[in-house]
């Protein structure tokens, strides 16, 4: 029997969408505006990178023809060899937003057919009756922020109110998402995440996609700093996706990362949530191992979106991909001869691009395995053609709207 191995590089886009006007983001183009930054030295930080963007092991893979396919412009300073060693090509998103949920949910073979609740006021963002039923149900002294806000500049803001007087911090942003933070020490990590579960059920009606507690440690004199401790609190799919199929079949499923978080638990089995890309990955890897024929091994890697892209940090963002990159050889000795692995993203995160929120793009789509004849896969045109290919792939027939490569 086969296995399967999805990674997803969260936030790692290669630009073009066509309807990215809508979102403000013509133009924008993660991985492009990356490699362009590296090789004009703007992605150079001492004591962590400097020079082009070396990916050498996602270039022989085809990840630079993926970008080209999709952009029409080569990676700047990055190896385009003759003939790349995997297939490669490009997906574009038909669900609503920009935003993980349906990122995911579209990869996992489960586009969003409706339009995402957002909270579009830069101030006083939440309604009142919301703000009212979340001091009621929390029972809180009241709440903090309520605006648009990058979370870690908020938690700067405000962190020493919330802790003299108890007040949570609530924020939210161009997604559709409610976002609290809470001091883990103070406030009580158990209390925030008891909170977040009633804010859930709160915003259900307005279709909000997640609701995202985000703890931190640290006093007003060390500074403070958001943990791993992270949970989001998601409304399930809306239809069936390839973890459910997987289930009903009885098939091992392994998800790593947020994974558990996106999809509301729902037939995640094993989650394995360490703190970190480097941790993660290894998880991912160790969990391969075992993994029984037939299994399906789920994977997010989450750092280059929180840590480097919503920071709008290039030299970051840049060293990120050259760590996967560099890791990435310890994922293909570790598969079996009929395991099939894809590499992709779930939407953009251009740090080159204004403000701080997701950029709407293509993603680059990579999969390879001794199996997997090498070549090009083309313009995808959902990306439920990925949960197509794997459900194939896997014997279990293909999931979702999406067609199989």
């Known amino acids: 029997m086969t296995r399967a191995i999805l990674i997803v590089l969260d936030s790692v886009g290669c630009g073009g969408a066509e309807d990215a006007a809508r979102y403000g983001d013509t133009g924008a183009d993660t991985l492009g505006h990356i490699a362009q930054a590296c090789a004009e030295g ?18 022989r893979l085809g990840l630079s ?7 029409g412009k080569p990676l700047t300073g990055v190896a385009r060899p003759e ?7 490009y997906g574009v998103e038909v669900s609503q937003g920009k935003d993980t949920p349906s990122g995911h949910w579209e990869i996992a073979g489960c586009p969003v057919p409706f339009e995402w609740g957002y909270f579009t006021a830069l101030e006083n963002s939440f309604p009142p009756d919301l703000v009212a039923a979340i001091i009621r149900e929390g029972v809180l002294p009241g709440i903090l922020g309520n605006k ?4 870690t500049a ?4 405000l962190a020493q109110e919330h802790i003299s007087t108890g007040k949570p911090i609530c924020y939210t942003s161009v997604d559709s998402v409610l976002q609290i933070a809470a001091h883990e020490e103070h406030f009580g990590l158990e209390r925030l995440y008891e909170l977040c579960r009633k804010v859930r059920v709160l ?4 279709r909000i996609g997640r609701v995202i507690a985000r703890p931190f440690i640290g006093t007003a004199e060390t500074g403070f700093t958001r943990t791993g401790n992270r949970k989001d609190f998601a409304i399930p799919p809306p239809d069936e996706t390839i973890l459910d199929r997987l289930a009903q079949q009885g098939r091992a499923i392994v998800t790593v990362g947020k994974i558990g978080d996106i999809f509301a638990h729902r037939n995640t089995a094993l989650e394995i949530k360490p703190f970190g890309n480097a941790a993660m990955f290894s998880a991912a890897l160790e969990a391969i191992e075992t993994l029984p ?28 991909l050259e760590a996967f990159d560099r890791d990435l050889p310890r994922l293909e000795a570790k598969l079996r001869p009929n395991d099939l692995a894809v590499i992709t993203a779930d939407h953009g995160n251009d740090p080159s691009w204004p403000g701080t929120d997701h950029t709407r793009e293509h993603v680059p789509v990579l999969a390879f395995g001794a199996g997997v004849a090498a070549g090009p896969i083309g313009r995808r045109e959902s990306f439920a053609d990925i949960a197509a290919t794997l459900g194939t792939w896997l014997g279990i027939g293909a999931v979702g709207p999406g067609r199989s490569w």
């Open 42 to 59: 703007r992605g150079d930080r001492e004591g962590l990178r400097s020079g082009p963007l070396a990916i050498p092991n996602l270039a």
């Open 65 to 71: 023809h993926a970008c080209q396919a999709s952009t």
């Open 83 to 89: 003939a790349p060693q995997g297939q490669y090509g």
């Open 148 to 151: 648009h806000a990058s979370g």
């Open 154 to 157: 908020i938690i700067d803001e």
């Open 203 to 206: 915003v259900d009606p307005l």
């Open 293 to 320: 024929d037939g299994g399906f091994c789920f994977v997010n890697l989450v750092d280059f979106d929180t840590e480097y892209g919503h920071r709008r940090d290039i030299p970051g963002y840049a060293a990120a």
